[in-house]
């Protein structure tokens, strides 16, 4: 069979601000299952992107067997062979058509020419003949709405295979699958490399899957390839991960000791509605700040979500001062006087439209309040002494929200809890697209409440963070809890190897 | 929005953003001083004055209660028919069972009130959203109002569906006082008041607006946004009823589908209003700018002997200029 080779040489990609890619090279041949591994933020997704026609901005050349290539469009990739896999499945497939519809969806867009009538019975047929050559039990005739997520991962290989593939990008396809269903995808891709003779690259943060169906992997780090090497028996987990994080980091800034006193704030065995956090069980101490850490999408917003009853919780329980508490819904958080500085800011944090003075007294307006009628002047006043606190840089206390930087918007948001006088404070990302002199400015906010006595919950993904900022860790991974670690007695990569699913070594609890 | 304020186009920024902001303010003067200079005193009187005013108050209350819906980003399509159904039960308390003007008031209002909690139910519990869930209680209201009314209107002299006589024979004239000059100018400016002072200065008025800038937001904050939804809605009803009963008064009987043609230009005077002032969100101040600004093109337009069976065509312009300027402006998210 014909051997095809995809080379990239020097591609680059920038964003606004960051350089996503630099000078990458990067090869993948027909027949070999390859990894692609690196920290969040390494520029893995951005290069697949561009292989896969979605980043059409990128620079540098593309070669399909030495020829020269451009990839600018989603057709041209699928032209040169290459199809890719979506972490988010459900974004391309059509939930109310059937998996017949499904599979042959590029077909029935591109290759019907003139042709006006569908040829249902063609259709059935030609994706019947694709699910039996991947050995896929599935009816085609079934809606797609109905499949399990497994299941429409299939299907979405199965298109992939149906129009010419030669490269299959799977971006973190396993990441919301369960064990056995990972067994079988695992089973469906040496089925492929067998019989389809593609290449397949495998985008993922679980590091001990790499190990068990992949020949050779590339590590990524801050958008450049660190190397390409191959997997043997004697590749260890731990090998890999240092070569995703390479050199550690430094961050400026250094955490005032706060006097830790009792546990005040407990969670007990935590478990979501639909799964999404599984049997969480975490205390946070009075003065400490108990960091989250973990990969994008171990569970560290949902877990915060649920603790805050933004999320339905099914089990488990939540305990504050030895007192357990009812919360269904954020008000009912609130009145317990536990805070939530959301991930997604600007959508869930700060209220854009509004003024900075009413955001600052959005979570109690009560105490500005003369029956029921806003005291204007109470909460100018209130606005002012935050704005001071904080450093807050806004004009006036009445300018709009959504004209402040994202740092002081951030502030804005915590400033918000800090009228309300909570006790228990839950950061989720806080420094996201915030520059680093904010970021140092929020994380003395952090040091300060703490410092008042509150218990702080703090989840990233950024290590470097979590080392600074912390006194204790949890690492979450798969939407649980893999290991409790002391800030002090560890590193950046002992919190990589619990974060990409790696297990304590026995006999050591 | 994203905006950072760019000294060189500054100055052309404000000018245009001042304009913007004061676009329904500026269409109203226009109109009265074209009128004026068409129609001279017979427009820019004192009666006439009276005459506009008198014509937008119903048009203003119905608009009102759906500025309290839309603040926190709610829709209500259904309020007019409801109000029909309202006034048949005002109408028909007074005339078929004789009760006191007060008690028909009270019992309309409430009768409102209850049922409004259908709309509730299906926007808040079986969470359709309020535009098709009103769409469909629009049927509802209209096939049970007849139903109760027993296919007719209600008015003076007209006997139960069932062929009993009715307890009155006729309207008192503080029945009819309530949809006169200067009654139902008091009332229309009494509701815009109250709703601005209960949207502007209460923290549940506050509350609201942020719900209508960012639910999720809201809700993170900890703002019990079921609760406030439902609150939004009831006082909503209130208003619903009030105008039901203005329009009773003012056409002395509860007409069949009485109140249904006032929803288009109630809507119309909610989006004109969004933008008055800077608000960019439904207020009660825009809103009785907006409805002033529907009555004038009405008033003057009927004095220059244009056809009436054209002005739903005026009233659907106008709305649909405010839309375009509500949404026009939007950036892509």
Redesign the interface.
Known sequence: MERYTLECQHVSMSFPGVKALNNVDFTVRTGEIHALVGANGAGKSTLMKVLAGANPGYTGDLFLNGKKISIRNPFAAKHAGVQIVFQEVDTALIPSLSVAENIMLNDMIMNMGHQQLVHWSRIRSEAQKVLDRLNIQLDVRKKVADLSLAQKQMVLIARAIQSSCKFLLLDEPTAPLSDNETKDLFNLVLTLKRTEDIAIIFITHRIYEVLKICESYTAMRNGEIVGNFPITNDTSVKEIVEQMLGRSFEESFSKTPVEIGEKVFEVNHLTEKENKVRDVSLYVRKGEVVGIAGLVGAGKSELCKTI?G?LKKKEGSIIYKGKELTIR???D???QNIA?V?EERR????????SVD?NLS??C??D??YF???NKKKITRNAQMFIDKLGIKTPSTSQKT??LSGGNQQKVVIG?WLS?HCSVYIFDEPTKGVDVGAKKEIFKLINNIAAEGNSVLYATCENSEILAITDRIYVMFGGEIMAELETKKTNDKEIMYYSVGGRKPAGQQ | ?????DSQNFNSRTVFQFLLNWAAVLALLVCVLIFTTMLGKAFFSGPNLVNILRSMAITTIFAIAATVTMAPDGFDMSSCTLASFSAYIFVSMYLWYGMSLGMAIIVCILFTMVFYLVTLFLILVCKIPDMLATCALMFIHQGLGLWYTGGGAVSAGMSLPNGNPPARRGLSDAFMSIGQAPMIIIIMLACVAVAHVFLT????G??L??MG??R?????????VTKYRFLAGMITAIFIAIGAIVVASRNTAAQIVGCDNYLMPSLAAVFVGLSVGGA??PNAFGTLIGAGLVSVLENGLMMCSVPYYILPAVKGAVLTLALIAAYASKKEY
Request: aromatic share 14%.
């Open positions: 805050f933004a819904t954020p008000s958080a609130v009145k939530l959301p959508k869930e944090g700060v209220l854009v439209q509004e009413f959005a979570s307006l009560n500005f309040c029921s009628f806003v959504a004209f918000k309300a | 929005m994203e905006r950072t304020i200065y209460t923290k549940h506050r509350y607006y942020a800038g960012n999720t937001a809201a809700k993170l904050s900890g703002i019990n960019k969100k």
